[in-house]
């Protein structure tokens, strides 16, 4: 038997993205699962780029962080319910907010390996339907009761039920080893790296801004689909300006001196999906379709924000991608110039401008900040978890396809847990 022949690296084409409006949890989408709002986006993708055929795709790959037990194989029971061929294989992914572009590298080493020709990958995620859980001590409680030999035992232990077990569990936004909360996490990261609230008020007065003028000129409209009466991301203001957050009480880091954390500085709770579409070049060529932008390096990396050198900001919960994005320039031999656009994920306005400050310290040049996030970004989109990542991809590779000649562009998505999603698209 001859050796299998090791198989040749190929270029990874970002075709095309599409996602629902996102809105605010318990809003318009607030009796819509991860698989409604999955499937609308899949559907939209599908009718779209002609993908209704047998075959037409090979993979599809998404997640959620917020799941039911009835969401154990979300990705499948999607494409089970949606119009893209039913043999087409699925799975799901997690890896909490960098879940969405997780799952387009996934996609990505299938075809970059040759494994698969195309792949439709990303995430979603309802803050609105999520899931309650039974109460820690009834679950046990009926657990014994399923164990029990006899009537007499099943009684005994039925017996214990008291009403505080009647209260559920209900999912909470908070690390599990420390107890806080992403925002009292990310209230810790601005303290230690002196940002300040005027900083963060101009970064999300500018994130709604751009969104709106995106808008505006028509650039998401191949990338929006309309879904339940939203045609556009709820959580926009076209009219915020710094002054008018400046007017806003803080709601994280309350026992500072000065807290700096709003609600208008930070992500509201949002539901939402999203979707990209990646292929070989050849399968893009066979079919007519544009390569938007191709993604070409991605990196992963992950703090100690429990042990780690959290007081000074180095293991910040939501500094991994600080670690991340210099490993990766470094492997690619590029610095931060080399970028014409730059797209932060904007958990927090404090996070962005504590990861650009951390790039800085390595050495890192200064983002240019006409180059960040130049068509809005978290802020005021909001921030469904695992739909994150694939908004970003999408929108990113859009805009280098909209310049003239070459472009580069830089992502970074943080995520719980201590960690953080990076990549590199380009358009050559």
């Not at 209900?170 to 609230?197: C, K």
């Not at 900040?369 to 130049?374: A, E, H, P, T």
Request: hydrophobic content about 45%; charged content about 20%.
């Amino acid at each position: 038997m001859s050796p299998l022949n090791p198989p040749v690296a190929r270029r990874v084409a970002i075709v095309a993205g599409t996602r629902i409006p996102f809105a605010r949890s318990d809003g318009p989408y607030a009796t819509a699962s991860n698989q409604d709002m999955l499937t609308a986006a899949l559907d939209a993708l599908v009718e779209r780029h002609g993908l209704q055929a047998p075959g037409a795709v090979g993979e599809f790959v998404a997640g959620a962080v917020l799941k039911h037990s009835r969401d154990f194989n979300l990705a499948r029971e999607t494409v089970l319910g949606s119009k893209l061929d039913p043999r087409t294989p699925a799975y799901d992914i997690q890896q909490a907010c960098g879940t969405g572009l997780q799952a387009v590298i996934a996609a990505a080493n299938k075809i970059t390996l040759g494994q698969t020709e195309s792949a439709i990958a990303g995430g979603a995620d309802t803050a609105s339907d999520a899931p309650l859980g039974v109460n820690d001590d009834l679950r046990r409680i009926l657990l014994e009761v399923r164990r029990a030999k006899s009537a007499g035992a099943r009684l005994k232990a039925l017996a214990r039920i008291r009403p505080s077990h009647l209260v559920p569990d209900i999912p909470r936004n908070a690390e599990p080893r420390t107890g806080l909360s992403m925002g009292e996490h990310a209230a810790v990261t601005a303290r230690a790296w002196g940002v300040s609230r005027e900083a963060q008020d101009e970064l999300a007065a500018t994130s709604h801004q751009r969104l709106a003028a995106a808008y505006e000129r028509g650039f998401f409209q191949d990338l929006v689909v309309p879904f339940r009466g939203l045609d556009r991301d709820q959580n926009l203001r076209p009219d915020s300006t710094a002054a008018k957050l400046a007017r806003l009480k803080p709601v994280f880091g309350l026992k500072d001196p000065e807290p700096t954390m709003t609600a208008g500085n930070s992500t509201p709770l949002t539901d939402g999906a999203a979707l990209v579409l990646l292929a070989s070049e050849e399968w893009a060529k066979a079919r007519g379709l544009e390569v938007l932008a191709y993604l070409t390096a991605y990196e992963t990396a992950a703090v100690d924000f429990v042990r780690g050198d959290v007081a000074q900001g180095e293991d910040g919960l939501l500094m991994a991608p600080a670690h991340a994005v210099p490993r990766m320039l470094e492997r690619a031999g590029l610095g931060m110039d080399d970028f014409d656009l730059v797209e932060v994920h904007e958990a927090f306005a404090s996070q962005v401008l504590a990861t650009l400050a951390a790039w800085e310290k390595q050495g890192l040049a200064p983002v240019d900040r006409d180059r960040l996030n130049v068509t809005g970004s978290s802020l005021a989109t909001g921030h469904p978890f695992a739909a994150t990542g694939a908004r970003i991809v999408a929108t990113l590779a859009k805009l280098l396809a909209e310049r003239e000649g070459p472009g580069r562009g830089l992502i970074s998505v943080c995520a719980a847990g201590g960690q953080g999603v990076t990549a590199i698209l380009e358009r050559p």
